[in-house]
């Protein structure tokens, strides 16, 4: 309510039914009842083409799809009504919080007030059930709520892979596939061309992208390698954007990609649905390497740690849109050569790494799904550096392999409430520097 203007009184939707009192207050609803206003809709009430105009007249009996994406709407009551005359309106393109709709009562009331009121709905995904109800207090809304919108893309991939790394005799192009009830398998023969410290994301909702790394035979590297949506990892791709290795990558957008900072600086590069890398964005936030980044809100991303010539606990987020934040200040302990995946779908995890003086860790930090990062949560498994992190299960993680001074390849499962497990006896080639991603 935004009070009296000239004769007139605003009466503002806030998602649910607003009556103005004798004595000014305005009366809210609990909501009680709401989940029957619908039981006498069927009958008789006739759904119209979607009204697009900045005018129209309702009639009764009818419900109207009310589009006000290019303009607001001012919609006449009937000028006549019989007690039980029902009239529904709906944001057909939730856009009424940008532009509303007004009520003219005709002449008639309107919730016990005279036409000399003014009635707004300014809610995004309104719905609204007006039944008239008599001469005395006129057209009363029986539902006046803002309806979620609930589909998104977002997805939550159900497998993952371990790909790439550095064994004891050197770099490899080996990986792993790990199940959706998170068994790691054994090896698979290696594709492209075996390198350390590359990154990795989902993009597409279904697939996977290696990309960038320190590369035998080259040193930094650019080149990339997509991964069907059953884990078969492709040949090499001709790089894009600066050669370099140890940045992150994390899913946003629900089906895009992005992978940053890393050995040459701050730079970023987007991965678009189809898997297609995109030239170098000048970078935002305090270059650093051997960080880690996770996906969070369903459609968001951070990154997170690392080292900037010293460890680091410098977060940045990422919109989704692909936006890279400025720095936002640490929480927990400093390190580097820190991993980091997502959980309970909306949420993520940063775990294990490196302090000062060569010190493994294996303490995680748990990132809420409005990516918020929580301090420190006491280490599960044996302490190690340089592993790697992907999702499984639609809801659940998987830290492994790495390096606690000499390779290794156990892995911990992460639940769906973001608790680390027990060290699982390794499977695969133990080595570190490697990385992961989940794939449906």
């Not at 659940?396 to 001074?405: M, V």
Request: proline share 1%; with cysteine.
């Amino acid at each position: 309510m935004s009070g009296i203007i000239g004769s007139k009184l605003n009466i503002r939707s806030s998602g649910r039914v607003a009556k103005l009192g004798t004595d000014g207050q305005v009366l809210t609803s609990s909501g009680a009842g709401v989940a029957t206003a619908f039981e006498d809709i069927a009958a008789g009430i006739s759904w119209q083409a979607i009204e697009t105009g900045s005018t129209m007249t309702a009639v009764a009996g009818e419900a109207y799809w009310i589009d006000t994406s290019s303009n607001a709407c001012t919609i006449t009551l009937p000028s006549s009504a019989s007690n039980g005359d029902q009239i529904i309106f709906a944001d057909y393109a939730r856009t009424w919080g940008t532009y509303g709709i007004e009520l003219d009562s005709n002449g008639l009331n309107y919730q016990g007030q005279d036409d000399s009121y003014t009635v707004e709905y300014g809610t995004e995904g309104t719905a609204l059930h007006i039944v008239y109800s008599g001469a005395t207090n006129g057209w009363i809304p029986i539902l006046d709520e803002d309806v979620a919108d609930a589909p998104t893309s977002y997805t939550s991939n159900e497998n993952g892979i371990f790909v790439y790394g550095e064994t004891s005799g050197g770099f490899t192009a080996i990986s792993n596939l790990v199940s959706s009830v998170g068994v790691v398998a054994s090896d698979v023969a290696g594709v492209g061309t075996a390198r350390s410290n590359g990154a990795g994301t989902e993009y597409g909702g279904d697939k996977a992208i290696v990309a960038y790394g320190y590369m035998t035979g080259t040193g930094n590297g650019n080149a990339s390698n997509l991964i069907t949506n059953v884990g078969v990892v492709g040949t090499d791709v001709t790089g894009v954007g600066t050669a370099r290795n140890a940045p992150a990558g994390c899913e946003y957008g629900g089906d895009k990609g992005i992978i940053a900072y890393g050995s040459v600086g701050n730079v970023s590069n987007l991965i678009s649905n189809v898997g297609v890398v995109a030239t170098d964005v000048t970078g935002v936030g305090t270059s650093r390497t051997q960080l880690a980044a996770c996906e969070y809100g369903g459609d968001k991303g951070i990154f997170g740690y690392g080292s900037t010539g010293s460890v680091s606990s410098l977060t940045n987020l990422v919109s989704n849109v692909g936006v890279v934040a400025a720095d936002t200040t640490g929480v927990g302990s400093a390190r580097t050569s820190i991993r980091a995946c997502s959980y309970g779908s909306t949420k993520g995890i940063f775990g294990y790494g490196e302090i000062e003086n060569n010190s493994e860790y294996s303490m995680t930090n748990l990132v809420s799904d409005v990516g918020v990062v929580a301090t420190d949560t006491t280490g599960v498994g044996t302490a190690r550096r340089t592993l790697a992190a992907c999702e499984y299960g639609g809801d659940k993680g998987i830290f492994g392999f790495g390096n606690d001074d000499s390779k290794v390849g156990m892995t911990n499962l992460v639940s769906n409430s973001g608790v680390v497990a027990t060290d699982v006896a390794a499977v695969g080639t133990a080595r570190s520097d490697l990385a992961a991603c989940s794939y449906n």
